[in-house]
T-cell receptor, first 115, second 118 residues
């Protein structure tokens, strides 16, 4: 059973460019959350997708956008990249339906460097 | 807004010694609490979680944490450190009342890097 996968592993972009990061959730999961982890910091919540809609959003500008596909995979898009966007971007999947506090399973992340 | 404070960005212990990683939360209502571990170049792995059942929570790899409402704390402990425990540890919270499993957003602390000295 494959866990959460993310691509690419590493990425180098120039200021002002746009980037797309991809995430495939763990089998059976329908909810995808994205987090940004700057160097030396804890992850910060960007947004969450469920049933192809953004369900929750953290304190991030509109330059950060996302999408969820019918197969539950997700993309994170960042426009007009800034140096401060350099970070590890983590995707977490979970089961959105039903009760209880289901575990969020994290992928290995995509390391984005903006130069 | 909820927040998490992890005391000590870096903790060193000798192999076989007690591990104690501190976490305090700020919330008007006791939240759900989590501890995650992150090994180099890997994602986060859940160690344990507190969901208002037992206040002493046992997790994987011999770790446990105790929820103390009066101290707004959720410290992580392990009786005897192993070399394989060297990693970064994150405490996280989410407010109670979120509907639907997996629909919550986590607020993380800044992390504590644990070094184990042979």
């Amino acid at each position: 059973d494959a866990g959460v996968t993310q691509s690419p592993t590493h990425l180098i972009k120039t200021r002002g460019q746009q980037v797309t990061l991809r995430c495939s959730p763990k089998s059976g999961h329908d909810t995808v959350s994205w987090y940004q982890q700057a160097l030396g910091q804890g992850p910060q919540f960007i947004f969450q997708y469920y049933e192809e809609e953004e369900r929750q959003r953290g304190n991030f500008p509109d330059r950060f956008s996302g999408h969820q596909f019918p197969n539950y995979s997700s993309e994170l898009n960042v426009n007009a990249l800034l140096l401060g966007d350099s970070a590890l971007y983590l995707c977490a999947s979970s089961l959105g339906a039903g009760g209880g506090l289901g575990e969020q399973y994290f992928g290995p992340g995509t390391r984005l460097t903006v130069t | 807004a909820q927040s998490v404070t992890q005391l000590g960005s870096h903790v060193s212990v000798s192999e076989g010694a007690l591990v104690l990683l501190r976490c305090n939360y700020s919330s008007s209502v006791p939240p759900y609490l989590f501890w995650y571990v992150q090994y180099p170049n890997q994602g986060l792995q859940l160690l344990l979680k507190y969901t208002s059942a037992a206040t002493l929570v046992k997790g994987i790899n011999g770790f446990e944490a105790e929820f103390k409402k009066s101290e707004t704390s959720f410290h992580l402990t392990k009786p005897s450190a192993h070399m394989s425990d060297a990693a970064e540890y994150f405490c996280a919270v989410t407010p109670k009342g979120n509907s639907g499993a997996g629909s919550y957003q986590l607020t993380f602390g800044k992390g504590t890097k644990l070094s184990v000295i042979p």
